[in-house]
């Protein structure tokens, strides 16, 4: 009787299965674009930036506010600024449209020198100012409009590059493949550099190279928060366990022993689903302990650019996010650091920029960045009128289905008996 039953089930989806397909099929509907419409169309620039498109986007409102006083002590400030990272950017070249960002004004006030704004040699930005003088009371106040674009970009298996297109002489080389953060980008250690040559050495293109080393990092690593410092790729390959920090750090070592420029991208994001959807009026309000910190990869193809993707997932191999904020690229920060027992000075590195040191007492301070979505341009949703009627007549038929089976099941039963 079981098999009767089986039999007849099975008979009574693959009949709904087809007629689903034929008589519901076509009334949904799948989101699509005009090939015709600038954003979603193939870009070039004479940046050596190309094959990219814009799928999504969403503009927002950006407000830095900070106000702090202290009693006595002194205080300084380096805070980056949110670079605009697009092609023939000042900031980042050969940088897809990652973030477009204007900033719109900053107003520094009681800072005891004149506030100044430097770039290092990584390309951030950053507004200096500071206090001395004993009594402090300082405001920082910026306000930005900035799009965050969802950039992708097509076969990039197929092209016709190999590792000998990279131009070697350029300072991205020197910045970020062969001479830099060696403490935590290990690139002239066995373990890693095996590691890496049995992962991709064995695919000439570049980006075929990073998808085999991306999917290795994700399966890899096992997510923990570790928080504190840095731990480096090492000590990530080894013990297979950190944060986004170590999922980036192996990631861009064993790119880097490929000969691929790899760089570590720092700022936060405003929510953790990936697959979130902003809406125009939305607003968030982070303190400066509330920020979803977060760090993702960059590397560099000849021709193409610098992409972006998220070492812990490997369908974004080759996708940006309108999620996350850029603060930093590819830089270690020095920063003072006050031993108090010994009463001495010193400089750290840290791959975070740090907001501002303050030896004081009597410290109050208040920080926040508020963000309000503009304008999004967004893939639409399918109709969710027709996805609730196409589920109903699925509910229907299944039922029906089931009925006419257990009718048919009965019959033979009844007949069997006589």
């Not at 197929?158 to 690139?187: A, G, H, K, R, W």
């Not at 750090?249 to 697959?275: C, E, H, N």
């Not at 812990?312 to 830089?331: E, V």
Request: aromatic content about 14%; overall charge negative; glycine content about 6%.
């Amino acid at each position: 009787m079981m098999i009767i039953k089986l039999k007849y089930i099975s008979l009574a989806l693959m009949t709904y299965l087809i007629l689903f397909s034929i008589f519901f099929m076509p009334i949904i509907q799948i989101a699509t674009f005009e090939k015709s419409s600038p954003i979603y169309s193939l870009k070039t620039s004479g940046e050596g930036v190309s094959n990219y498109t814009i799928t999504q986007s969403v503009t927002y409102d950006v407000q830095v506010n900070l106000s702090l006083s202290a009693t006595s002590g002194r205080v300084y400030f380096r805070h980056p600024r949110f670079d605009d990272l697009q092609p023939g950017s000042s900031s980042s070249q050969y940088s897809g449209p990652f973030q477009q960002s204007q900033l719109i004004y900053s107003k520094i006030i009681g800072s005891q020198d004149p506030p100044a704004v430097i770039q290092d040699d990584y390309g951030n930005t950053f507004d200096l100012f500071n206090d001395t003088s004993g009594s402090i009371s300082i405001t920082f106040d910026q306000r930005y409009n900035i799009t965050l674009n969802e950039v992708n970009y097509g076969d990039l298996s197929s092209l016709p590059i190999t590792m000998n297109d990279y131009n070697v002489s350029d300072d991205m080389f020197l910045y970020f493949c062969n001479q830099s953060d060696s403490e935590v980008y290990q690139t002239d250690n066995s373990i890693l550099i095996d590691k890496s040559n049995e992962i991709a050495g064995s695919h000439p293109n570049p980006f075929d190279k990073a998808k085999a080393i991306i999917n290795y990092v994700s399966s890899h690593i096992h997510y923990t928060l570790l928080g504190g410092d840095e731990k480096g790729a090492l000590w990530a390959e080894v013990n297979r366990t950190g944060d986004c920090s170590e999922y980036s750090s192996l990631m861009i070592t064993l790119l880097r022993i490929q000969g691929i420029p790899a760089r570590k991208a720092g700022g936060f994001m405003i929510v953790q689903d990936i697959g979130y959807r902003p809406y125009k009026g939305q607003s968030w309000t982070f303190s400066f302990n509330q920020l979803l910190a977060h760090a993702w990869v960059e590397y560099y193809i000849p021709t193409i650019g610098w992409i972006q993707c998220e070492p812990q997932i490997p369908s974004t191999i080759k996708t940006s996010s309108f999620l996350r904020f850029t603060q930093t690229l590819g830089a270690w920060f020095p920063f003072p650091y006050y031993d108090f027992v010994m009463s001495l000075q010193y400089y750290n590195l840290s791959e975070y920029n740090i907001l501002f040191t303050a030896l004081t007492s009597g410290l109050d301070y208040d920080y926040s960045i508020t963000i309000t979505v503009t304008d999004t341009n967004l893939l639409p949703l399918p109709d969710w009128l027709t996805l609730i009627i196409i589920i109903s007549i699925i509910g229907v038929l299944i039922v029906s289905s089931i009925i006419v089976v257990r009718t048919i099941i009965k019959k033979r039963k009844y007949r069997s008996e006589w």
